[in-house]
């Protein structure tokens, strides 16, 4: 099948080796433009863009579908469908009315649950015990077409923002390819009016740990904002980020740490306490709470957040 595949991050380049993989003729590759990273700043490539790149794909960067060219640039491949995976660019009803077939999404959550920018995260800080992907045939609403096929999985007590994209990841790979080998059995499904749920991009600032809040509702967000945008608390003025915790037994002081050994930092939360096993300094790296530890002043009596 002749398709045009637009997509951005690491989940849309699962789906696209997927569609190589498969044999599929990826004649454009749709990407957002460079963006500058690391300590230098420097422009690199998308992950999508990488991959297509590298299997010597054509690839276009547009900053905007909305304009005369870019519309005839689409129209020109003469695709059969357009195959959409967190691109970040709106497609206005003029380019999704260009290939043959329409354009299929992605989308990381059960819809309706959970449409918009972040469902694999707010999944996880919500406490739902599944997840899934649906090929939508898109529409222009906010992720409100019809569904084509779903793929379930289940939300592990202990899945983190990375493990559970990596899972959603590898089964919108699998859900795009046999949507497009069955495309002509698939029946069109309507999304229940009920149910309906957004999921907010994310923001730095709720990233900041509330220690008034009940400890399962914390141990989530820190697990769900693993590794983007990344949960913290202050601890001596500086930023301290918490990548790895679980709800347990406490009473205290919300924020006051009540033991600290390799087994994790026990802080106490409005409601029960929080056991943080993975941990971050300032201007350091990642590490269990064991390393964390050593060497460092005992912790415990210390108010975090303060």
């Known amino acids: 099948m002749k398709l045009i595949f637009a997509g951005t991050p690491d989940f849309a380049a699962a789906a696209l080796a997927a569609l190589i993989a498969a044999g599929h003729e990826i004649a454009l590759v749709l990407t957002q433009p460079d963006r500058p990273a690391g300590r230098g700043m420097k422009l690199k490539p998308s992950p999508v863009k990488a ?5 010597g794909l054509t690839v276009e960067q547009p900053v905007s579908l909305k ?30 009315d260009i290939p043959a077939r329409g354009c299929l999404n992605i989308h990381a959550s059960l819809l309706p649950r ?4 972040a469902p694999i995260q707010r999944a996880i800080e919500a406490g739902d015990a599944e997840s899934g992907v649906v090929i939508m045939q898109m529409d222009a609403g906010l992720d409100t077409g019809d569904m084509l096929l779903t793929h379930k999985v289940d939300i592990a007590p202990t899945e983190t923002g990375a493990t559970l994209h990596d ?10 390819v046999a949507a497009l080998a069955e495309l002509d059995q698939l029946v069109e499904e309507t999304q229940p009016h009920d149910g309906v749920t957004y999921a907010q991009k994310l923001s730095k600032a709720e990233a900041e740990v509330d220690w008034m809040q009940d400890a399962e509702t914390i141990a989530r967000r820190i697990r769900a904002f693993n590794p983007v945008p990344g949960a913290f608390t202050v601890l001596e003025g500086q930023a301290l980020k918490l990548w790895l915790a679980e ?26 306490a929080v056991r943080v096993t993975e941990l971050q300094a300032p201007g350091g790296k990642r590490m269990g709470a064991r390393d964390f530890v050593l060497g460092r002043a005992p912790l415990a009596g210390t108010l975090l957040g303060a």
Not at 114 to 117: D, E, L, Q, S
């Open 167 to 176: 899972k959603l990841a590898e089964a919108g790979a699998e859900a795009i």
């Open 247 to 272: 709800a347990t037994d406490g009473n205290g002081r919300p924020g006051e740490v009540l033991h600290a050994d390799a087994n994790g930092v026990l802080v106490a939360a409005g409601s029960g």
């Open 114 to 117: 959970w449409r918009g920018a």
């Open 51 to 55: 991959l297509a790149l590298e299997h």
């Open 67 to 96: 304009t005369p060219d870019a519309q005839a640039m689409l129209t020109e491949v003469n695709a059969d469908v357009m195959v959409v995976a967190a691109y970040g660019l709106i497609l206005p009803q003029a380019v999704l």
